[in-house]
């Protein structure tokens, strides 16, 4: 059964610790680059934690908000793509098929967000990390795109057991690896298909939102703002 | 149909001999000058293809572009060079069909830009791969992937348009030139016989080859009109399909192709400059061709104007702040100095020489192309650049600086495409020869050989071939 993977993120929770970037780069082998490349933008973090300052100093507050792939349900990322690495899977997800990038690069220009990330070199990792690589996700090789899957490989396992066990997935048992390292439980993962889901809840809330909603590309990533914005805190 | 007479200030008035001895001189005889010029081309150009062969074995970060400017230089170069290439097809073909008899000894040296433009232009699709060894993933053929490419990218729009160009603008440059070849056959000896036997393809000038060549080429002029429109048309879309601020434009077809005619005629200007002093062509292309091709220019200069103003002022005028910060880094920012070059290139400095009909003469026009050329490359880059490194999320903001790879890739492609064009002049005889002479008689070509024929007995059952030569 296809499910509409989504993910709700509460302003308000997030402290910008940047665990989920940590546990994003673990789990999707992401490759990393020396501090002169990263100077230049090459860094590629499929998450990334933005930070806003508020206010005037002394009286500066701190405005956190993390960024990855929105998977769009219009991706403009997925018709530039001429061949169909970029697609749109059943799950609705924006999926990469690395093996048939060939690199133009055109999705990541399509892309409002810039969620998209280039492999400009090969990856490296000094020894003995290549040891820590994740078995289930493939590195990729120089001149392809790569970006958040919404971490697949564990939607993919978690449909298998329960297949196995002859039942459906329970809400809230697919866990990204961001979703499942953040300290303050500011991201959720769900099914949107599911009304009674956490994240259907959440993203009825008054709070909900996207990030550039008047393009139209209908992110699965749902921001609650932040209720203290409003007024004064 | 009556052949339009000549103007005194086209006509070209030397004998039939003398003609052939002057255009075939280049290829019967090979000064050293020609070797220096090859060595240079060769010498200048070879490492661009190492450094493409370092970039494959590296990876794209050997180049400058990063994130978010993921297209460089190398696609300002491909919509430059594919813009270059409607110098030749283009003119030549509306030049053939209005019947402007002055066009004679211009259209072979355009149709040649056009061919070696596009041939150049299309490497950089593939230069600028990620992996361009898996380039032929965009052509739609039976794989074991099992995949067709994708009908919905502007990127397949470009593979399956700039094929159809490239072919069929090989072939507008390909058949008028067999008859010079049989020329060039019949006086020549040894080893040059053999292969320009092979390339006359049999060529024996009657009147019924006569005619077909003639109805081809009609039927090739119309035709290559639309695939040269389109195929300008759809690089602008690799830009206006995208929801890039600056790039999402209904202006860029037709801006697009208006920069293309305009920087190809500048380009046919100064290879034709080039030509006539290199090849000592001065009693072929004459002060009137530069000034007739100049008054094109000059349209074309206005027209761009045009253009760039209104797509500018509704960018000003919408004032959607997305937009604005890629338009303010333009007019103002980082890029205003490229701006405003690429105004006085394309307008302010070519607008009084090509307006001013004293000024309209060899060497102005050849200063006003040489700035166009310039600017018009500089407005491929503005095209680029800026908007990618403003797009909508501020904090995604980027710089784009060329590296040496990007620089010394385009100075190779550069050196590239004079070589093919210095090969292709010392090969075939830049100016048509049977044209040419054609517009000295009053009766075309297939009437003359019939008549002629019918005066020896010779008996020759084709109908009398239409008069447009």
Redesign the interface.
């Not at chain 1, 048939?100 to 055109?106: H, N, V």
């Not at chain 1, 990330?117 to 090969?122: A, I, K, L, V």
């Not at chain 1, 120089?142 to 795109?145: C, E, N």
């Given at each position: 059964m296809a499910h509409r993977w989504a993910m709700v993120i509460d302003l308000d929770r997030c402290t910008g610790c940047e665990t989920c970037m940590a546990a994003c780069h673990a789990e999707n082998n992401i490759a990393t680059v020396d501090a002169k490349?990263a100077a230049?933008?090459?860094a590629m973090h499929w998450i990334h934690v933005?930070r806003y300052w508020e206010g005037e100093f002394p009286n500066v507050r701190a405005r956190f908000q993390p960024?990855l792939c929105q998977q769009c349900d219009a991706a403009?990322c997925e018709?530039?793509?001429?061949?169909?690495a970029a697609y749109h899977n059943e799950d609705g997800l924006n999926a990469q098929v690395y093996n048939?990038?060939?690199?133009?690069?055109?999705c990541?220009?399509?892309c409002?967000?810039?969620a998209r990330?280039?492999?400009?070199?090969?990856p490296v990792w000094d020894k003995p990390l290549q040891l820590q690589l994740n078995p289930d996700v493939s590195v990729r090789e120089?001149?392809?795109?790569e970006k958040c899957t919404f971490c697949n490989q564990r939607i993919v396992a978690t449909e298998i057991q329960a297949k196995a066990e002859n039942r459906e997935v329970q809400d809230g048992e697919v866990k990204p690896a961001c979703v499942q390292s953040c300290p303050t439980t500011a991201m959720v993962f769900g099914d949107l298909d599911d009304p009674n889901s956490q994240v259907s809840r959440l993203a009825r809330s008054m709070r909900a939102t996207t990030?550039?909603s008047e393009?139209g590309t209908n992110p699965k990533v749902i921001y609650l703002e932040r209720e203290s914005s409003h007024g004064n805190d | 149909m009556a052949t339009t007479s000549i103007a005194p200030e086209y006509a070209i008035d030397i004998k039939p001999d003398q003609i052939r001895q002057d255009l075939l001189r280049p290829i019967f005889q090979t000064s050293r000058r020609f070797y220096v010029l090859v060595f240079f081309l060769v010498a200048i150009g070879l490492p661009g293809i190492f450094l493409y062969a370092n970039q494959m074995s590296?990876?794209?970060?050997v180049a400058g572009?990063?994130?978010?400017i993921?297209?460089g230089i190398y696609i300002a170069n491909f919509v430059f060079w594919i813009g270059i290439s409607h110098a030749g097809t283009l003119i030549s073909a509306i030049l053939r069909l209005v019947n402007a008899t002055w066009r004679r000894p211009v259209t072979r040296c355009a149709e040649a830009i056009t061919v070696f433009a596009l041939a150049i232009g299309a490497q950089y699709?593939i230069i600028?791969?990620?992996?361009s060894w898996?380039?032929f993933?965009?052509m739609p053929y039976p794989s074991e992937?099992g995949?067709w490419?994708?009908f919905?990218?502007?990127?397949?729009w470009d593979?399956f348009a700039i094929s159809t160009y490239l072919t069929g603008s090989t072939a507008f440059l390909l058949l008028p030139i067999i008859p010079d070849w049989a020329v060039v056959r019949d006086r020549a000896s040894g080893f040059r016989k053999r292969i320009y036997t092979i390339l006359a393809l049999g060529w024996r000038g009657t009147p019924r080859e006569w005619h077909r060549l003639e109805v081809a080429m009609r039927i090739m002029a119309v035709a290559i009109l639309p695939v040269a429109i389109s195929v300008h048309t759809i690089v602008s879309w690799?830009f206006a399909?995208?929801?890039?601020p600056m790039w999402h434009s209904t202006v860029f077809g037709p801006y697009f192709v208006a920069g293309a005619i305009f920087s190809g005629i500048a380009a046919l200007i100064v290879a034709m400059g080039i030509l006539r002093k290199a090849l000592h062509l001065e009693e072929y292309l004459k002060p009137s061709h530069f000034s007739n091709l100049g008054k094109l220019l000059l349209v074309m200069s206005l027209l761009w104007v045009y253009f760039i103003f209104a797509e500018r002022l509704t960018v000003w005028y919408g004032n959607q702040p997305a937009e604005m910060a890629a338009f303010w880094s333009i007019q103002r920012g980082r890029f205003a100095g490229l701006f405003w070059t690429m105004v006085s290139c394309n307008f302010l400095i070519p607008f009084p020489i090509l307006a001013i009909k004293k000024l309209r003469t060899i060497t102005g026009t050849m200063i006003a192309s040489s700035t166009v050329v310039v600017g018009m490359w500089l407005e491929r880059f503005l095209i680029v650049v800026p908007p990618?490194e403003h797009?909508?999320?501020p904090?995604?903001w980027?710089t784009y600086h060329p590296s040496v790879t990007e620089i010394g890739i385009a100075i190779g492609t550069l050196c590239g495409m004079i070589l093919l064009y210095v090969l292709f002049a010392k090969l075939v005889p830049i100016i048509s020869i049977w044209e040419l002479k054609g517009g000295q008689h009053k009766k075309p070509f297939a009437e003359q050989a019939l008549s002629a024929a019918s005066r020896s007995g010779v008996h020759l059952d084709s109908t009398l071939p239409s008069t447009n030569s």
């Open positions: 490349q230049r933008g090459r933005e960024v403009p018709p530039v793509c001429p061949t169909y048939r990038c060939i690199g133009t690069r055109y990541a220009n399509a409002p967000y810039t990330y280039f492999n400009w070199w090969n120089a001149g392809i795109m990030l550039l393009l | 590296e990876g794209m970060g572009i990063t994130r978010p993921f297209w699709p600028h791969l990620g992996r898996l380039f993933w965009l992937r995949i490419p994708n919905r990218s502007p990127l397949c593979f690799d399909m995208a929801p890039v990618l797009k909508y999320l904090y995604e980027g």
